[in-house]
Nanobody
Framework: QVQLIESGGGVVQAGGSLRLSCAAS????????VGWFRQAPGKEREFVAA????????TYADAVKGRFTISRDNADSTVFLQMNSLKPEDTAVYYC?????????????????WGLGTQVTVSS
């Protein structure tokens, strides 16, 4: 089992950057694929990015490709989401999630563990 806590959200102007962190508890963190998802008001939760267990493979939603970078530090049990060139449409609550699998997942229902989320607001 793993517990996840997100941090790093805030308010930023369009074109700015934020770095989100997802800190995990548990000694088997490196056994989990970790993903970032986001949910804007009135919309469904959507996939943003995911990273493999050792960090060697990543996948991104088309909407963030080239602007966001996901990475992980298994020694510190932390996953990061570096967000550059932010747009107002990136405004949402951002969640990290973990799945005990070898596959890079992109569907929210496939992830077993979730954090409570951190708010990101991008002003125009």
């Amino acid at each position: 089992q793993v517990q996840l806590i997100e941090s790093g959200g805030g308010v930023v102007q369009a074109g700015g950057s934020l770095r989100l962190s997802c800190a995990a508890s548990g000694r088997t963190f490196s056994s989990y694929v970790v993903g970032w998802f986001r949910q804007a008001p009135g919309k469904e939760r959507e996939f943003v990015a995911a990273v493999s267990r050792k960090g060697g493979s990543t996948t991104y939603a088309d909407a963030v490709k080239g602007r966001f970078t996901i990475s992980r530090d298994n020694a510190d049990s932390t996953v990061f989401l570096q967000m550059n060139s932010l747009k107002p449409e990136d405004t949402a609550v951002y969640y990290c999630a973990a799945d005990n699998t070898v596959f890079l997942r992109t569907t929210p229902s496939e992830f077993d563990y979730w954090g409570l989320g951190t708010q990101v607001t991008v002003s125009s």
